[in-house]
């Protein structure tokens, strides 16, 4: 118990600040909320593509006796019009969060943002349109590869310099300063000439400049020297559990760590979750085995910790405490809710609950990353499941077959069996605990009267 102890005292004293400054940058909190924008849009869009592949024997041929051969074809519009738009998305909801920090107009450095995404993106392609009949004649386009998901980190990048361009001008009053006479709406806009102005300048020097070197463009320079790297890591299964390791021990503190860390990683994951949607819609097998609903659906199942099949071991508890906390937690837990376990239990500065916190996500991840590579169990197709869908439910609707969903239930047996003899403890002492309560209070009474 003296080492549980002095780590106790480590994640208090030392772990625990260092995490609360990282957690509490902000620039790191601008791509987590920034990137949260682009999550309705990842939603509404998987829910096209289970509607254009839904895995129901049959289905496909009804559809197609009622729509015609191109039903999925336009049911795909709906799909390109969400996912293939994240870049473009987290271009404005990155610089809208930062600028906000910075009490500047939100509005006008997104879009300012948006502008400079769009000037530093190869945006003209050369090609012949179908049916145009003249040979030479040639379209401008803006490619979707860099509006989608693989334009993410370009995006985030040009949000935080655009922001942090205009927050300096803006600072030093570098503006435009109607009368008082014009309406606000036009004062805004002409005060936003010079900062947004300063801002697309520097992103255009920098494209030129770029276009003189082997990269070509801004989006080669990041994914060779920033893409490539951060995907292999997170990417890969020691990747996956050194995350994990970091997110339990910020939980163990009272911080959220999958706020923290996840935030960091979210790009990367929906990078890989989409290289899954673009394989699947195209027939191919699927590149990924981590990617974001891997670790939501699967790694954590129950909320962090993979609390779900705690919550099922306290509802048979000997204490009182914590039967009332298995049933009051049981509910939350199937929708990935376990903030009531965590601070109930607690597990957080709990040195006894801290090994099988920690050991629990890291083994439900070792399991999933298997059994997904052999083939054993289907992987994630690239859909984004909403967190909150209770286990089984969402394990199908991710994969589109039965083995996601059974996959989820081995792991809450797994998970139950790695905290049982660790709760086992906590149970008997909380319970030494209450009858030594109940004796107190009854001497209280006998010496009342």
């Known amino acids: 118990m003296k080492i549980l102890d002095k780590m106790t005292v480590f994640l208090e004293e030392k772990f625990a600040p260092v995490a609360m400054k990282i957690g509490s940058q902000r620039h790191l909190q601008s791509i987590r909320d920034g990137l949260l924008f682009t999550m309705p849009f990842i939603i509404l869009g998987s829910i096209f593509l289970i509607i254009g592949n839904l895995p129901v024997p049959g289905y496909n041929e009804l559809m197609n006796s009622i729509f015609g051969e191109i039903w999925k074809a336009k049911v795909n519009y709906a799909v390109r019009g969400t996912f293939d738009m994240l870049a473009i998305i987290a271009s404005v909801g990155v610089a809208y969060s930062l600028a906000s920090k910075y009490a500047l ?90 900062p947004a102005g300063a801002s697309l300048l520097v992103v255009w020097i920098f494209r030129i400049f770029i276009e003189m070197t082997p990269f070509e463009s801004v989006h080669n320079i990041v994914q060779v020297l920033l893409g490539k790297p951060v995907s292999m890591l997170a990417g890969s299964l020691g990747g996956i559990i050194i995350a994990i390791i970091l997110i339990q021990l910020l939980w163990a503190t009272g911080l959220h760590g999958s706020a923290i860390v996840i935030g960091l990683l979210r790009p990367v994951l929906l990078v890989l979750m989409d290289e899954n949607r673009v394989a699947f819609q195209a027939g191919e097998e699927l590149p990924n085995v981590i990617s974001l609903p891997f670790y939501e659906l699967w790694v954590i199942v129950g909320g962090a910790g993979a609390t779900l099949g705690l919550a099922i071991i306290l509802l048979f508890a000997r204490s009182k405490q914590l039967k009332e906390l298995g049933k009051l937690s049981f509910i939350p837990g199937l929708f990935n809710i376990n903030e009531p376990l965590i601070f109930g239990t607690p597990i957080v500065m709990n040195p006894l609950l801290l090994i099988p916190w920690i050991i629990a996500p890291i083994v439900t991840a070792v399991i999933s990353y298997y059994t997904m590579a052999l083939n054993i169990v289907a992987r994630p197709i690239g859909i984004a499941v909403p967190w909150t869908t209770p286990a089984v439910i969402s394990g199908f609707l991710a994969t589109g077959k039965l083995s996601g969903a059974l996959l989820q239930v081995v792991l809450i047996m797994v998970s139950a069996a790695i905290y049982y003899p660790f709760i086992k403890i906590w149970d008997t002492q909380k319970c030494i605990e209450e009858s030594e309560s109940v004796e107190t209070e009854k001497k209280a009474e006998l010496n009342t009267i």
């Open 105 to 194: 107009d939100s509005l006008a450095v997104g879009l300012t943002s948006l502008s400079a995404f769009i000037i530093a993106t190869p945006t003209v392609i050369n090609f012949t349109p179908n049916g145009s009949g003249v040979s030479h004649e040639v379209a401008k386009a803006l490619s979707l590869n860099y509006t989608s998901s693989r334009g993410l980190f370009v995006a985030i990048i040009t949000a935080l310099m655009v922001t942090e361009i205009y927050n300096a001008i803006t600072k030093k009053d570098i503006t435009i300063k109607m009368p008082d006479s014009v309406p606000p709406a036009v004062a805004r806009s002409f005060s936003a000439l010079i």
